[in-house]
């Protein structure tokens, strides 16, 4: 009858899903079922007579003795654990899960205990996934509302949501997204909203405005689809706050914009460079063409020229000549100086002198070029004046002044020069009653080869000033002008009394 009951007894104890272990009140495994067999990795009956330890991880050991003694004493029905985790060992030594009961009973005058075991492992993996994915909620920058179909109210926002917005959660749990969206009536958010309700999509996507507590707004990109919260019918709301989106597109059209404008300036300025660039193979071939033909005309006249009372017209063919050669040699050195200029070959050689000796010198080489009727204003109260600087580019820059004034004014005009010295620097003004510069061509006045449209039937070649505001930029000085066409120019050139380079 024994034998029966004990077959009775395993087939009861196998049928049993969860692992089940009995020990005696010394912590002898006494008998454990199929499913702990397997669940803790050992073979039939390897466990009995094993102490309890072998299947509590080692750890464990030091504290479980006492909980022992202190559940046989107390004798009562209870889960182990309460509340912490608690862990098997299993024979090939890993660890893992566990959830179990413990039941104390009495047979044949000795004291047992059996431990119902369910091994939780999927279990603990769901909830880590579980809770992992509310972290990730939580902790995520992007806004995400749950909020009631029904109610619209929030049952859930996670944090970036709350902090973006600058309301608690017990704030928004009183909220609907109609108080973050103040330019939608109630009506016009369920209509919105109605084709998820109907399942006709099954997300909507758009872009909208919500308003923090403080007051601002900003520009969201909104997911919005319907779900289900237990048995609950809700709606989640993935927002994106887009404002750095939008910043970088407005910027990135701004850059556009000025990259475009930039793009039209250097075309135009290459057109303008075209432009000059034939305009000065016109000019070169012209100031060259036009003196070497006044040469050869004058060099034939010559050879027809022999007796003696012929000799006024042969000077006055030596003459022009002579002024042809010398104006082309002009021309070379002005080409000259604009390479060294370039190449920065220019070696300035400073000395301290008399302002009137370089004026004197000037004016009278001027004189030999005035038109008929015109007269040049002698600056007043030079004598004392001196300077510290390279007098060659003095000299330069006062002629190519004096020089066009002459040259771009009619006959019977005056040309005026005025010459002061401060503690600092000196300034010159050469004033005519010429031609004028046109406002459009001023701007491009000092660019090499550049010559006013008023001006290109006259010799020349456009390099002059350019010359003269490359040497003074060079000695830390400016060169500046005011003019209006048909009534005549101002230049003004201003240079440290002190060479400072």
């Known amino acids: 009858m024994f034998q029966q009951d004990q077959e009775i007894f395993n087939i009861l104890l196998n049928s049993v899903s969860e692992g089940v ?19 803790f990795g050992y073979a039939k009956k390897e466990l009995d007579n094993q102490p309890l330890n072998i299947l509590i991880p080692q750890n464990y050991h030091a504290n479980h003795g006492n909980h022992f003694k202190g559940f046989v004493k107390d ?20 660890i893992f899960p566990i959830e179990a009961s413990l039941n104390p009973f009495s047979i044949f005058g000795s004291n047992y205990i059996m431990a119902l075991v369910i091994d939780i492992t999927e279990r ?59 330019e939608y009536t109630e009506a016009q958010f369920r209509k919105e909203i109605e084709v998820l309700k109907k399942g006709s999509v099954e997300k909507l996507e758009f872009e909208t405005i919500h308003q923090r507590k403080s007051g601002t707004t900003y520009p969201a990109n909104v997911h919005l689809q319907r779900s289900l919260l237990g048995d609950k019918d809700v709606y989640v709301a993935i927002i994106l706050d887009i404002t750095e989106q939008k910043n970088y597109t407005q910027n990135l059209e701004k850059t556009v914009e000025t990259r475009t404008e930039e793009l039209k300036t250097a075309l135009a300025a290459e ?41 006024e017209k042969r000077e006055k063919h030596v003459k022009t000549i002579t002024d042809k050669v010398q104006y082309l040699n002009t021309i070379l050195n002005d080409f000259l100086s604009v390479e060294k200029l370039e190449k920065g070959k220019i070696n300035y050689k400073f000395t301290k002198f008399q302002l009137s ?125 005011k003019s209006v066409e048909h009534k005549g120019s101002t230049f003004i050139i201003e240079l440290p009394n002190q060479a400072q380079i």
């Open 75 to 94: 004798n009562k029905k209870r889960s182990m654990g309460n509340g912490r985790d608690i862990h098997g060992a299993k024979k090939d030594g890993s």
């Open 21 to 39: 272990v009995i020990v005696d009140e010394h912590q002898k495994i006494v008998k454990v079922n199929n499913a702990g067999e397997q669940m």
């Open 271 to 311: 057109k303008e460079l075209n432009d000059l660039k034939t305009k000065f193979l016109s000019m070169v071939s012209h100031e060259f063409k036009t003196p070497l033909s006044g040469i050869l005309t004058s060099t034939i006249l010559l050879n027809k020229y022999k007796l003696t009372e012929q000799q």
């Open 357 to 481: 000796k370089v004026v004197n010198e000037v004016i009278y080489n001027a004189n030999m070029l005035l038109k008929d009727g015109q007269h040049i204003n002698y600056p007043e109260n030079i004598d004392e004046i001196s300077m510290y600087q390279d007098e060659k580019i003095v000299e330069l820059s006062l002629s190519n002044l004096i020089y066009n004034a002459i040259k771009y004014s009619s006959e019977h005009t005056i040309i005026n020069i005025e010459i002061t010295q401060n503690e600092t620097k000196t300034t010159f003004k050469v004033t005519d009653n010429g031609i004028g510069i046109p406002l459009i061509d001023q701007k491009n006045i000092f660019n090499r080869y550049f010559r006013a449209e008023n001006a290109l039937l006259m010799q020349g070649t456009g390099i002059g000033l350019n010359i003269v505001k490359d040497h003074l930029e060079n000695l830390n000085g400016s060169i500046t002008f």
């Open 124 to 182: 603990k993996k769901l909830e880590q996934e579980k809770n992992h994915l509310a972290n990730i909620i939580l902790e995520s920058l992007n806004e995400i509302f749950v909020f009631d179909s029904n109610t619209l109210l929030f049952i859930n926002v996670n944090y970036g949501a709350q902090k973006n917005l600058g309301y608690s959660m017990e704030e928004l749990s009183k909220m609907t997204p109609i108080d973050i969206k103040p």
